[in-house]
């Protein structure tokens, strides 16, 4: 049985990964679109920067972080001026750490997905005078929507397993900024493997399902007549 406190990591978890995903989606949908498409010369420093969250630790991404948003970092005399108390071990602190964490989740696929679209589709949207944001609502998203059901699907799991990232910005507060990953090393600290055995089992679970969900909705998309 899980615990009251167990409960809220796993409600606190829920809610992060929902609205991480969400932000990332609405800002990565743009800064996938530029990469897929923009001849920028430098476009590979950003792509760079997108990725670094790949195969930079997570403590170290925590670390920056926490110094940013704490109230002697860079940022705290403007959120100071503006009534904003230091956004370090809050939920909002833990939302902007997961947003940089899982970038890479949502804007590579988003990105492959622009780029395998090409540029012809748009184009006889074009000569139907369809304008950009028609053209993009109408022939691209739903062209792009293998990329989306990946990108959605990456970028909650990814949340949802975080650890570094979640401890450095966020700590270990529970109902607020505990998370079920924190919440399986601290049973794991006390011996009691039971309940890490009922979370950890319950998180394999998940990814299990989020992953079948990704491989089969895919599939069935392309299998589908257009």
Do not use: C
């Amino acid at each position: 049985m899980l615990s009251e406190t167990d409960m809220l990591a796993l409600w606190t978890t829920l809610k992060l990964a929902g609205l991480t995903t969400v932000i990332l989606l609405l800002l990565g949908t743009p800064l996938a679109w530029w990469l897929a498409h923009s001849r920028f010369r430098y476009k590979v420093i950003v792509e760079a920067l997108v990725a670094l969250p790949l195969i930079l630790p997570p403590t170290v991404l925590g670390f920056y972080l926490l110094i940013m948003l704490g109230p002697n970092g860079p940022l705290g005399p403007l959120m100071q001026s503006l009534g904003i108390h230091s956004l370090a071990f809050t939920f909002t602190g833990l939302v902007i750490g997961s947003v940089f964490y899982s970038l890479p989740f949502v804007v590579q696929p988003l990105q492959n997905a622009f780029t395998a679209i090409g540029h012809r589709p748009l184009e006889v949207a074009a000569t139907l005078r369809a304008q950009p944001m028609d053209q993009f609502f109408s022939v691209v998203l739903p062209l792009a929507r293998p990329g989306y059901i990946t990108a959605a699907v990456l970028g909650f799991a990814h949340t949802v397993g975080e650890f570094g990232v979640v401890l450095m910005i966020g700590g270990n507060i529970p109902g607020e900024t505990q998370v079920l990953s924190i919440a399986i090393y601290d049973h794991v600290e006390a011996l009691e493997y039971g309940q890490a055995h009922v979370l950890s089992g319950g998180l394999l679970l998940l990814s299990f399902i989020l992953l079948l969900s990704v491989y089969t909705l895919n599939r069935r998309y392309r299998l589908t007549p257009t």
